[in-house]
Structure formats: structure tokens, C-alpha cells
């Protein structure tokens, strides 16, 4: 079983940023891909950006590209959401899921382990 800790969230101005880190409890972190999603009020959990196991493969929403980075730090067990240019309709509750294969994928099926989530608030 993997843990996963999120963090980051908060209250920002549109246009501002933020960075969402995820903590994970396993020592074969390394061995999982990771995605975020974000699921707003009234609404579906969506997929927002995805990284392979090696760091090497990203995949983002079209909502979200040229605005959100997403990478991984694997001595340190964490990935991190990078948010920029931040937008109202970004307000959402933000979950980072693993899992168990090397590519990350876009769908929810994709993960098996997820977070409790953080809440980004963006005000206009």
C-alpha cells in the first residue's frame, strides 16, 4: 500500500501560482507513476497532468498545458504540481494518485493509490 500526502494548497489571486507537492510513504516510489487531478464542486474528478515512473514522460489536460508542470523528485519520494497563471475555474480539491505502471495515464482506472487531496482556491 502506498501513502500519499498532499500539500500546498491555498488561497491565491488569479494569475498567481502555486506548487502542490505529494509525499509517499513507499521506498518504491521510484517504480510508480503519478498524476494529479482535481475535482471541483458539483463535479467529476478530472485528470490534470501525469508523469512516468523515470520522470521522463509527461502528460497534461489541455487546460492545463503551458500553464502547469509537473515533475518528481525520487530521492525524495515526492511529486510536485507547479502552478502558474492561475485561473477561478482552477478552484478545485487537487489529488495526486500512483500508480502501479511505468507510464501515467489519463484516466482514474490508471491509479490505485490516492490522497486525501488539498484545496486550491483561486479568487478573481
Known amino acids: 500500500q502506498v501513502q500519499l500526502v498532499e500539500s500546498g494548497g491555498g488561497l491565491v489571486q488569479a494569475g498567481g501560482s502555486l506548487r502542490l507537492s505529494c509525499a509517499a510513504s513507499?521506498?518504491?516510489?521510484?517504480?510508480?507513476?503519478m498524476g494529479w487531478f482535481r475535482q471541483a464542486p458539483g463535479k467529476e474528478r478530472e485528470f490534470v497532468a501525469g508523469?512516468?515512473?523515470?520522470?521522463?514522460?509527461?502528460y497534461y489536460a489541455d487546460f492545463v498545458k503551458g500553464r502547469f508542470i509537473i515533475s518528481r523528485d525520487n530521492a525524495k519520494n515526492t511529486v510536485y504540481l507547479q502552478m502558474n497563471s492561475l485561473k477561478p475555474e482552477d478552484t478545485a480539491a487537487y489529488y495526486c494518485?500512483?500508480?502501479?505502471?511505468?507510464?501515467?495515464?489519463?484516466?482514474?482506472?490508471?491509479?490505485?493509490?490516492w490522497g486525501q487531496g488539498t484545496q486550491v482556491t483561486v479568487s478573481s
Open positions: 508523469i512516468s515512473w523515470s520522470g521522463g514522460v509527461t
Open positions: 513507499r521506498r518504491t516510489f521510484s517504480s510508480y507513476a
Open positions: 494518485a500512483a500508480g502501479e505502471q511505468r507510464n501515467p495515464a489519463a484516466s482514474m482506472r490508471g491509479y490505485a493509490h
